[in-house]
């Protein structure tokens, strides 16, 4: 508790002071351009992460960044989402996992979850897809493969999940919402993004810095997620390869040309790439 006071005083001595103009106009409102969607873990929060200013982020964090589907619970994320949309028109989503995710690791174990933590045995049951996708076709994984494909099929999952939302999926007809899917690397920081055309999370680029070359070729690499077929995760059940770690890519960030320039180059220089 007193590292937390010390914090708060540091916050108000020499944090305040350097952006006292930021803090009037949020005080007269706010106007985030990016939803984040994460993990409840506390080592990876999405302020830092990304070096966001305040204001910046409008967050919901739950366990294994889970988003129920419309109407199945009438819980926070719902809110917070159908928020997100209408009153905050928001154009960005990020739905971000994250390696050795407790949540995930629930999965692999149900059975004793269930008499010990009822509550998390009930929550996991909104990626059930994830689950059963993996055992259905992966149960022959060891453990750490199996959980890394988990983390990685859960967030496709909680974005199919998301889409089920009239306000998102109004937006996204009318192109105004774009959504991304991310993994959060504990091991080395990294993150790596989802690439619909490469169906693979490699590490994210933008187009906000003029220096690179934006026509330099796409190499396999990053986290791999490789679909035998063109249809989008969920869509159909398409088979799921296993995840790979190889060389870095040129990656790419689709959708970041919608940011404030100012906000996507903190966001793009926190991911640390």
Known sequence: MEKLLRGLRDFQENYIPDRQELIDALAKGQSPRVLFIGCSDSRVDPTIITQSEIGDLFVIRNAGNIIPPYEATNGGEGATIEYAMEAL?????IVCGHTQCGAMKGLLQLGDLEEKMPLVYNWLHH????????????SHLDKKDKLDLLVAQNVLTQIDNLQTYPSVRSKLH?????????????????????????????????????????TQPVKPGGLSLVFNDTVRPGAGAPSVALPEFSEPVQPHWP???????????????????
């Open 89 to 93: 028109d928001i154009g960005q989503v």
């Open 174 to 214: 009318s192109g105004e919402l774009d959504i991304h899917g991310w993994i959060y690397k504990l091991e080395t920081a990294q993150i790596l993004a989802y690439d619909e055309e490469s169906k693979a999370f490699v590490p994210p680029h933008s187009k906000i810095f003029a220096d690179r070359d934006a």
């Open 255 to 273: 959708g970041a040309n919608r940011l404030r320039p100012e906000q996507a180059a903190r966001i793009y220089r926190g991911a640390g790439v």
């Open 127 to 138: 990626t059930e897809a994830t689950r059963r996708l993996v055992d259905d076709h992966y």
